[in-house]
């Protein structure tokens, strides 16, 4: 069996494979970051998902400096359907808003929601994966049932009974001066709660491969406490495929917001996401009316594509040996 | 095998029950199911009152759940709210095959469902036909050109297709061939529904109309499956006993699709074995947009007006679907390879 790396631990001397000579002479010792990074760099397709997702992160911070919100929450029933033209450039929806204007701000929303939505996925997964996959014997049953409970009805219709069964519980928050609604609370949520059994399964695995080895041996000869145990050992080890199950989550949750927006039960307008802001174009369509769905349909696209990307990326980085289809 | 299977099939019991309690307790709070029963006529004070104690409304949840799961005919219920219970209860449960009436038009939630679930199923498998003939095309041809510019092009295809969020894929689709062609008098496809009225519901008429959405659910498929087939057929061009039947003169056609194809059809089975009960709750977003008639799009109008007993039967029927595709999938799969032994 091999025993996986520490991150702490100083790497091998010899050079990685696929360095030039030049490099090695130059850079003799490589943490295990530095290795990842190099691993990484090589896989051009990530590199342009990094890129872009820069991009749009610019997109939707910078254009935002320029672009008031009341702006693009601003209805003009005189203007609307508009096509694209010089004064709006991705034309105006149903009810007269700019949608450019509303890309931008629709995009902090959709970010916001995967970044978040993504934490609560993670932190539910790591904690019944780390329970489940340490203690083992009836506790790992009656969670590996649980999650089996939560994966059996496929998620989209989970997430419209639980969008149901929260809508309108959550008020509208304000923060950083900036009024949210609270449907987006319910939809960061929803989403963590039903995408996290992914999560508890790989890390599960990793902790009954791991808690079997030496050092974790050593550790508990020396008398670390369990929760020590569980995690500044085993957790830290078994970071690689969670880092790449936080990655596709986001774009998971990204794509999940928009079908939920979509069906009209999730974020509520006048707040923007791309998701939302789809709802109901395909009423539209029998008149030509294309911008209503093609923007945001490619900025979730580009999104989700580079995140997806990156995701592939660090995978080979961090963790090589589970190379996926 | 067949003590496998048993216990198998008895593993799945408390797991639907837990399953039925979960989604029973959520749909509670799904809005008041009694504000669109009396149409448009405002439903009196008094009638409201007596369809909740007749709907068992005013129990708590988990009588509610034990009418829902074994009926209510053992039982009296209190009909005009006077503390004594005289009228016998009519519910048989769920256990008894009678998942009530559906609060929406008072039919039987099973006979709702069972009308639409033709559609879907029409429609998902003739999708997962298209699916599964395309992907073996795709992922063999690419897998034997591997790193080729076909091989390439598919990779990077498949990328992009397994990122397109599916009502993405359908807009855009009506737009091109429908919209579009129209504008430009060609030949259009048609955008909502299974048929034309003014037609009626031909042979011809329900394939022309399926054609968008098969394309649309097949088309965010293809991407991941693909890929699978390539690596699985990769995995397998690479045995010895393909160069074996290779040096002894086989032709290269019975190598690939008979010597390679049986042995990497095992991880495909799988996925497509787990992922055809999903199919059944993908077609959520599908039919709405085309205004397919089928269950997905059921369970979005119940849903939205609160109707347990339909939405409820729609839940528990995928998630039976989901288990049983589970069972015969590893049944398939040990009959397939000798070597796995279940236990």
């Known amino acids: ?325 | 095998m067949t003590r496998y299977i048993l216990r198998r099939l008895l593993q799945a019991i408390p797991l639907l029950f837990l399953i039925s309690l979960i989604l029973f307790i959520m749909l509670q709070n799904m809005g008041d199911p009694l504000a669109t029963m009396g149409g448009r006529t405002m439903t009196r004070s008094e009638d409201r009152a007596r369809l909740t104690r007749q709907l068992g409304l005013d129990k708590p949840i988990v009588i509610q759940y034990l009418y829902w799961l074994i009926g209510n005919d053992w039982t009296k219920i209190d009909l005009d709210g006077d503390g004594v219970a005289e009228t016998p209860g009519i519910r048989k449960g769920v256990l008894r095959g009678d998942f009530g009436y559906s609060l929406v038009n008072r039919r039987p939630a099973m006979e709702v469902i069972a009308e639409r679930l033709p559609n879907t199923l029409l429609l998902m498998l003739t999708a997962e036909i298209v699916i599964i003939a395309g992907s073996l095309l795709i992922g063999i041809y690419a897998a034997l050109r591997q790193y080729s510019f076909v091989d390439n092009l598919v990779t990077a295809l498949s990328f992009i297709g397994y990122s397109m969020p599916i009502f993405f894929v359908a807009l855009g689709l009506m737009y091109i061939f429908s919209v579009n062609f129209k504008a430009w008098g060609l030949p259009y496809l048609p955008t909502v529904g299974m048929f034309d009225p003014r037609v009626g519901k031909s042979f011809w008429q329900v394939v022309w109309h399926m054609i968008l959405p098969v394309i649309t659910i097949a088309i965010t498929s293809f991407a991941a499956n693909s890929r699978y087939v390539r690596s699985t057929m990769l995995e397998a061009m690479g045995q010895d006993y393909i160069r074996t039947a290779r040096s002894k003169g086989i032709p290269r056609r019975s190598v690939v699709f008979i010597h390679a194809l049986k042995n990497a059809s095992l991880p495909i089975i799988t996925v497509v074995g787990l992922d055809l009960p999903f199919l059944l709750g993908g077609a959520v977003v599908t039919e709405r947009i085309f205004a397919w008639p089928g269950m997905g799009r059921l369970f979005l109008d119940h849903v939205s007006r609160g109707d347990t007993p339909v939405v409820m039967g729609i839940l528990m029927l995928i998630a039976v679907a989901v288990i049983i595709f589970q069972i015969i999938t590893d049944i398939i799969y040990a009959w397939l390879d000798p070597r796995i032994r279940y236990t």
């Not at chain 1, 450039?89 to 808003?97: A, K, L, P, Q």
């Not at chain 1, 970010?111 to 014997?137: N, W």
């Not at chain 1, 794509?255 to 927006?261: M, Q, V």
């Open chain 1, 1 to 325: 069996m091999t025993k996986r790396p520490q991150p702490q631990t100083p790497p091998s001397p010899q050079p990685p494979v696929g360095v030039s000579p030049l490099d090695e002479l130059e850079t003799p010792v490589l943490s295990l970051t530095q290795l990842a990074w190099r691993r990484f760099r090589r896989h051009k397709m990530a590199v342009a998902g990094v890129i872009i997702l820069i991009l749009l992160v610019a997109y939707c911070t910078i254009g935002a400096l320029f672009i008031p919100e009341e702006y693009a929450n601003y209805t003009d029933t005189g203007l609307r359907l508009q096509p694209p033209s010089s004064e709006h450039i991705f034309g105006t929806d149903t009810v007269g808003r700019d949608i450019f204007a509303r890309t931008i701000y629709g995009g902090q929303i959709s970010l916001l929601i995967g970044l978040t939505a993504m934490l609560v996925e993670i932190f539910i997964g790591v904690l019944v994966g780390a329970i489940s996959g340490y203690f083992g014997g009836w506790i790992d049953s009656l969670l590996m049932r649980l999650t089996e409970v939560v994966l059996i009805i496929p998620q989209i219709f989970l997430l419209l009974v639980m969008a149901k069964f929260f809508g309108g519980s959550v008020p509208n928050l304000t923060i950083f001066g900036r009024e949210f609604s609270g449907s987006v609370i319910v939809i960061v949520l929803i989403i963590g709660l039903t995408a996290w059994p992914y999560t508890a399964r790989i890390v599960r695995a990793q902790f009954l491969s791991i808690k079997e080895s030496e050092f974790i041996l050593a550790a508990r000869a020396t008398g670390t406490s369990t929760l020590d145990i569980i995690f500044r050992h085993i957790l830290p080890n078994s970071i690689a495929p969670i880092i790449v199950a936080a990655t596709l989550g986001i774009a998971n949750a990204i794509t999940l917001e928009a079908y939920i927006s979509f069906l009209g039960l999730g974020v509520r307008p006048p707040t923007a996401t791309w998701g939302n802001m789809l709802e109901g174009a395909y009423n539209y369509i029998d008149q030509g009316i294309y911008w209503l769905w093609l923007f945001p349909g490619l900025l979730i696209l580009l999104i989700v594509l580079s995140i997806n990307f990156v995701g592939d990326g660090l995978r080979d980085a961090l963790d090589p040996r589970s190379r996926a289809i």
